[in-house]
């Protein structure tokens, strides 16, 4: 099994989404709606975030899961729209927008200079794409099952097979990979990008709850970090001051120990996997004001 997943930003209903994507909702979580095409092997998994705008958190956190971002405006924009691009181009993810009909949105990214392609929404999300094992596995759920035990579910960034012993993040508990499944199958092994349970052996729920990433044995993490800073104009990073940090959906909140010459040293809560890059948030702005800052380009990776 491989795939890919695509993160929808609309503030269109669901059941518009559904009719556009042309698939049927698969599952819903309190976080993303979940929505799923499978055509052999290969799964595309798409992503809508909910509680927006009452709250960035989702939205970034599907966009930075995604390979593609695909931002479908209202066709009068508001704010909500622009504050969609900006998650998008911060992403680290092939970004689009749908074409609304008119001019706006061409000399919107024209004067931002956003990295968003323009285009129809099929023409953005036909063909699949290479993915690139980033070594590790994204983890959003923890629970029990009776009879079988703990079950971690997640999507693949990294080769995953039967009996793999791998390292939660962020109790650094060893667990061991006792069976997969992808849509209730077993699987000796599923490639990056795929939605899949993992059944654990002999760890009790309680010792990796709150898990949200596993690592193979030898991988570094990262709990101080060093890196370019990709600044919007309009927003402003204090030294000292805490923001939440996002990347490949996981979020955390760290503090900028130093912020100069668009360099930040960072110190975050937990401990990540070592990656490219970690989209800064301020969630306690107004909505109306964007809160997306930019993003810092890890240099120690």
């Known amino acids: 099994m491989r795939g890919e997943v695509i993160a929808i930003l609309s503030s269109e209903g669901i059941n518009k989404l559904k009719t556009i994507t042309r698939v049927d909702i698969s599952e819903e979580k309190d976080d993303l709606s979940m929505l799923y095409k499978k055509d052999g092997d290969y799964i595309k998994s798409?992503?809508?975030?909910?509680?927006y705008p009452s709250s960035i958190i989702n939205v970034a956190k599907a966009s930075t899961l995604s390979d593609k971002v695909v931002v479908i405006p209202k066709n009068k924009m508001?704010?909500?729209d622009g504050e969609f691009l900006l998650v998008a181009n911060s992403s680290d993810s092939k970004a689009c927008v749908v074409d609304n009909g008119n001019n706006e949105i061409?000399?919107?990214?024209?004067?931002?200079?956003?990295?968003?392609?323009?285009?129809?929404?099929?023409e953005c999300c036909i063909g699949a794409i290479e993915n690139t094992d980033k070594g590790f596995i994204y983890i959003d759920r923890v629970f029990t099952v009776k009879g079988i035990g703990t079950?971690?579910?997640?999507?693949?960034?990294m080769k995953v097979e039967r009996y793999?012993?791998?390292?939660?993040?962020?109790?650094?508990?060893?667990?061991?990979?006792?069976?997969?499944?992808?849509?209730?199958?077993?699987?000796?092994?599923?490639e990056p990008k795929v939605?899949?349970?993992?059944?654990?052996?002999?760890?009790?729920t309680e010792e990796v709850k709150g898990t949200y990433a596993l690592i193979p044995f030898g991988k570094e993490t990262l709990?101080?970090?060093k890196g370019s800073f990709v600044k919007y104009p309009w927003s402003e990073v204090k030294q000292g001051n805490t923001y939440h940090f996002i990347s490949n959906g996981i979020v955390v909140t760290g503090k900028v120990k130093h912020n100069s010459n668009s360099k930040l040293d960072l110190?975050?809560?937990?401990?990540?996997?070592?990656?490219?890059?970690?989209?800064?948030?301020?969630v306690n702005l107004p909505l109306g004001r964007p809160r997306i800052l930019g993003y810092a380009q890890l240099d120690n990776i």
């Open 223 to 225: 709990k101080k970090a």
């Open 164 to 190: 793999d012993k791998l390292i939660a993040l962020p109790s650094m508990k060893t667990v061991e990979v006792k069976n997969i499944q992808v849509f209730d199958e077993n699987q000796q092994s599923v």
């Open 151 to 157: 079950i971690m579910l997640g999507f693949t960034l």
């Open 195 to 204: 939605r899949i349970g993992i059944a654990l052996k002999g760890v009790k």
């Open 78 to 80: 508001d704010w909500t």
């Open 46 to 51: 798409f992503l809508i975030p909910k509680k």
């Open 267 to 282: 110190e975050l809560s937990k401990p990540l996997p070592k990656l490219n890059r970690l989209l800064i948030i301020d």
């Open 106 to 122: 061409k000399k919107l990214l024209a004067a931002s200079k956003l990295n968003i392609e323009v285009s129809e929404y099929g």
